[in-house]
C-alpha cells in the first residue's frame, strides 16, 4: 500500500476535487429519471474519494517530517504565479473527515431523502467539491472559488424538500454569505495590492518586509478578510443565521453542513498561522486576541442558545455554533492549546452529524403513520410544533393491558435511538468516557499548564474564561440536551416504535463508532494532531516546501511545466 501510494504522490492530490467534479457531470447527463443509477454512481464517488482521504492521511502521517507537505501544479506553471494544490496534516486530516460526513450523509439520504427534490445528487458531490477544494488550495483567490462553489451547491441542498420555512432561511443563508463573499474579494484585493501576490506562502514571506506606511492597510485587509471567515465559521454576533439554516435543512443536508462551520475555523488557522506567525515582525500574532474573545462569545452564545431551545433542530445547530466557539478559542491561544483542539474538532463534528442524522429517526416516533416515501416541510413542522405532553397520566407504571412496565423489554429501535442519543450528548457536551472529554482535558492542561507547555508566564485572564465556560459550557449542554432526552425518551406513553431501516442507522452508528475509536486510538490522534499543530505554528517547512516546487520538463521540450512534490 505505501508503495502504491509513492507512486500515485502527487498527482492523488488533486483526486479530491476531480472525483466530485466527474462525478457531478456523470450524474447531470444521465438526467432526473434515473435516480436509483445515480445514488448508486454517487455512494461508489463518495467510497473511492474517502479511499483517497485515508491515502492522504497515511502518506502525512508515514513521510513524518520536511517532506510531509505534497505539492501538486495543475496548470504546470512555477509558484506563485499558478494554481497550487498543497496536502499536509491539516488539510489531509480536513479532507477525511469531509469525506466520512459526506458518505454518512449520502447512506442516509438514500433511503428517502434523495427523492424529495431534483438535483440531490449532482448538488451533493458538488459540495463536497467545494469543501475538498478549499482544504487543499494554497492560494486566497482559489480559496474564493472553492468558497463559492460549495456555497452555491450549499444553496441548493439546504433548499431540497422546499417549504415556506426552508425558503425563508434558504434566502437569509444566501444574503449573508452573499455579503461574506463580497468581503472575502474586498480583503483579497486589498491583499493583493500590499503584497502582490495571492498565493499564500509567497505572501507569507512578503509580509515582514511590508513599509511602514502599508502596515495597516495590510492589517485593514486582514481584518476584512477574518470577518468573512467569520461568518461562514459561525462567530458572534455574524451567526444569527446559522441556527434557522441549519435547523431547516433536510437531515443529510445538515449532518454534511456540520463541516461548514470548520472549514471557516480552518481558513483562519492557515492562513494566519502563514501570515502572521511569532516571526512576522510588528505584524506578529495579529489579530490573535481578538480571535479568543470572539470564540469565547461564542462558545457562551451557543451553550445558552442549546439550554434555551427546545427544539432538536436547533439544538444541534447550537452545539455546532458551541463547537467553532471553543476551537476559536483555543486556536487563539497558540501551539499548545491547537493540538486539544483540532482532536476536539474531530470528535465533536462526527457527534454533531451524527445527531442531525438521528433526529429524524426521533422525530419519526411522534408521527401516528409511517410515511411512504420522505417526511415533507409541513410534517417536519407539524412534529416540531407540538411537544410531548409532560403531565404525568394515571397508572403511568402499567401499560394496556394493566401490566407491569418495569421488566418489559426495550423495542430494538427505542433501544438504539436511546443508545445513540446518549454518546451524542456525551461527546458535545464534553463528558467520559468519549472524545469531546480527551479533547477537553487536553486544551485544559494546557490552559493550567502553560510552564509545562514551554511558556514562562501564568495563565491569562482569558485562559482562566476558558476554562469556566469549557465547563459550564458542558454543564449547561448536558442539562439542555438531558431535558430532551426526557421529553423524547422518558415521559411519552403509548407512542408508536418508529420503523427503522438499516441504511438509515448505519451511517448513524458508523459516526458513533469513529467517535469510540477516537477515544480507543487517543495516543495516536494526538501524536497526529500534535505534529499538525508544530508545523502550523513552525510554517517554514510549508513556505519552503511550496516555494521551492519546480514544474517538471515537458516530454517533448526542454522547458519546463509539471508539478513536483
Known amino acids: 500500500m505505501s508503495h502504491l501510494i509513492e507512486r500515485l504522490m502527487p498527482h492523488l492530490i488533486i483526486a479530491p476535487i476531480l472525483l466530485p467534479m466527474g462525478t457531478a457531470v456523470l450524474m447531470l447527463l444521465l438526467g432526473d429519471t434515473r435516480r436509483p443509477l445515480k445514488a448508486v454512481v454517487n455512494v461508489v464517488s463518495c467510497l473511492l474519494g474517502l479511499f483517497v482521504a485515508i491515502a492522504l492521511v497515511y502518506w502525512a502521517q508515514k513521510m513524518g517530517g520536511p517532506q510531509a507537505v505534497g505539492v501538486y501544479l495543475p496548470s504546470n506553471w512555477p509558484v506563485p504565479y499558478g494554481i497550487v494544490l498543497v496536502a499536509d496534516r491539516l488539510s489531509a486530516m480536513m479532507l477525511l473527515l469531509s469525506s466520512i460526513l459526506g458518505l454518512g450523509g449520502l447512506l442516509f439520504a438514500v433511503a428517502r431523502w434523495h427523492k424529495a427534490g431534483v438535483h440531490f445528487h449532482p448538488l451533493f458531490q458538488l459540495q463536497l467539491m467545494g469543501l475538498n477544494g478549499a482544504f487543499l488550495t494554497a492560494d486566497l483567490f482559489n480559496l474564493f472559488v472553492f468558497f463559492e462553489i460549495m456555497l452555491t451547491a450549499s444553496y441548493g441542498l439546504l433548499l431540497h424538500g422546499s417549504g415556506w420555512p426552508r425558503v425563508r432561511s434558504g434566502l437569509h443563508y444566501i444574503a449573508v454569505n452573499l455579503l461574506a463573499s463580497s468581503m472575502f474579494l474586498i480583503g483579497v484585493a486589498i491583499l493583493y495590492g500590499v503584497t502582490g501576490t495571492l498565493n499564500l506562502a509567497d505572501m507569507a514571506i512578503m509580509v515582514p518586509a511590508i513599509g511602514e506606511n502599508d502596515r495597516g492597510l495590510l492589517h485593514a485587509g486582514a481584518a476584512i478578510l477574518a470577518i468573512a471567515f467569520l461568518v461562514k465559521a459561525g462567530a458572534w454576533p455574524l451567526n444569527f443565521w446559522l441556527a434557522p439554516a441549519y435547523s431547516a435543512a433536510s437531515a443529510p443536508v445538515a449532518a454534511l453542513f456540520a463541516i461548514m462551520t470548520k472549514l471557516g475555523v480552518y481558513s483562519v488557522l492557515r492562513v494566519w498561522t502563514l501570515l502572521f506567525p511569532q516571526d512576522a515582525g510588528v505584524s506578529a500574532l495579529f489579530g490573535g486576541s481578538a480571535l479568543i474573545w470572539i470564540g469565547l462569545a461564542t462558545l457562551a452564545f451557543g451553550a445558552i442558545g442549546v439550554i434555551a431551545t427546545q427544539r432538536l433542530g436547533r439544538m444541534a445547530a447550537f ?142 485572564l482569558a485562559a482562566w474564561v476558558l476554562m469556566g465556560l469549557l465547563i459550564g459550557g458542558g454543564l449547561l449542554t448536558t442539562i439542555g440536551l438531558s431535558r430532551a432526552g426526557v421529553r423524547y425518551f422518558w415521559a411519552p406513553q403509548g407512542r408508536p416504535v418508529p420503523r427503522l431501516r438499516v441504511i438509515e442507522t448505519l451511517p448513524i452508528g458508523a459516526l458513533l463508532l469513529l467517535v469510540a475509536v477516537l477515544v480507543w486510538q487517543a495516543d495516536a490522534v494526538l501524536r497526529y494532531t500534535n505534529a499538525t499543530a508544530r508545523g502550523l505554528h513552525d510554517p517554514k517547512e510549508y513556505i519552503g516546501t511550496v516555494i521551492s516546487t519546480k514544474p517538471v520538463p515537458s516530454p517533448t521540450a526542454s522547458g519546463e511545466g509539471g508539478l513536483r512534490r
Do not use: H, W
Request: aromatic content about 8%.
Open 319 to 460: 452545539c455546532v455554533i458551541l463547537s467553532s466557539g471553543t476551537l476559536m478559542a483555543a486556536l487563539g491561544f497558540g501551539q499548545p492549546k491547537v493540538t486539544g483542539a483540532l482532536y476536539y474538532a474531530l470528535g465533536s463534528t462526527l457527534a454533531v452529524s451524527a445527531f442531525f442524522l438521528l433526529i429524524e429517526l426521533i422525530e419519526r416516533s411522534r408521527e401516528e403513520d409511517e410515511k411512504p416515501s420522505y417526511i415533507s416541510e409541513l410534517e417536519m413542522d407539524e412534529a416540531f410544533a407540538y411537544p410531548v405532553d409532560l403531565m404525568p397520566t394515571r397508572d403511568v407504571n402499567l401499560d394496556d393491558d394493566e401490566t407491569a412496565l418495569i421488566g418489559q423489554a426495550i423495542p430494538a429501535a427505542m433501544a438504539f435511538l436511546g443508545l445513540a442519543f446518549i454518546a451524542c450528548v456525551l461527546t458535545m457536551a464534553g463528558l467520559p468516557p468519549l472524545s469531546g472529554f480527551v479533547g477537553k482535558f487536553v486544551m485544559l492542561s494546557a490552559l493550567l499548564n502553560p510552564v509545562g507547555m514551554g511558556q514562562d508566564a501564568s495563565p491569562p
